[in-house]
């Protein structure tokens, strides 16, 4: 067959993919290279996990420390996993605290200042499919208001009835509604989500069109070491809640 004429695109900055080889050998030196120079290191796990907000805590601490978020197996081997190991003396103590979605935090703001500002960061979020509810939350029945009725109707001002275009929405996400002159109704109370209860897809689509954000994202400590006497301190806890999940 001979080969075509036709003109051709050639692309000549694709971005080629770093490896992930080369992404773990640099997160260790990173790692390596901060627990030499910062006097204080924090093992912390997050609830409610979302990058934007851990990014707000990363620029915070980003004029006196490092954070990293990656693999916790390359994370505790730059810390080092035995005394023989280890970039700073104790610090291979930590190693055994990084299991599951955790990261480090290196920094030179005194102990008592980060963990003040590390409990004390909180954001609320929509909730996604598979997190478990923490209230319940019930629409009454007749008109079905854009808050869910929680603000006491237009009475108040600012619940207003939910537009009608959403009717057919909320139906297909298990919301038994329907429309009676132009309002979105309710033969009954729906409950959209139970305190305890794993969501779903449809529940968490359902909170969100009510405006209703239930996930709040917080940064827990673990445990922390300090280069002064280089010992590992652990929020108790907080591990004993790591070994219940």
């Excluded at 006097?39 to 990058?51: K, T």
């Excluded at 069109?209 to 010992?231: K, N, P, Q, Y």
Aim: aromatic share 8%; charged share 25%; net charge neutral.
């Amino acid at each position: 067959m001979p080969r075509s004429k036709r003109s051709k695109i050639v692309h000549t900055s694709r971005v080629q993919k770093t490896p992930s080889r080369d992404k773990s050998a640099s997160l260790y030196a990173s790692i390596r290279v901060a627990a030499e120079h910062y006097p204080h290191i924090f093992l912390f796990a997050v609830s409610n996990m979302r990058n934007t907000y851990l990014k707000d805590v990363r620029q915070h601490f980003a004029a006196d420390g490092r954070l990293f978020f990656g693999k916790t197996k390359v994370m505790a081997k730059a810390l080092g996993l035995t005394a023989e190991e280890e970039a700073m003396p104790g610090v291979h103590g930590l190693s055994k605290y990084l299991t599951g979605s955790m990261g480090v935090l290196c920094t030179e703001r005194s102990v008592e200042k980060t963990l003040r500002y590390l409990e004390e960061f909180t954001e609320v979020d929509f909730a996604r499919a598979g997190t478990v509810a923490p209230r319940t939350f019930v629409v009454p029945a007749g008109t079905v208001y854009s808050r869910g009725g929680e603000l006491g109707g237009e009475a108040e001002g600012e619940d207003v009835p939910l537009p009608h275009s959403l009717e057919a929405t909320v139906r297909k996400w298990g919301m038994p509604s329907r429309l009676e002159k132009g309002r979105v109704v309710l033969g009954q109370e729906f409950v959209v989500c139970e305190e305890g209860k794993v969501l779903d897809s449809n529940q968490t689509a359902l909170l969100k069109v009510f405006g209703v954000a239930v996930a709040e994202f917080r940064v827990r400590v673990v445990a922390w070491w300090s280069v002064g006497d280089g010992e590992v301190r652990v929020v108790e806890d907080e591990v004993e809640g790591m070994e219940e999940d």
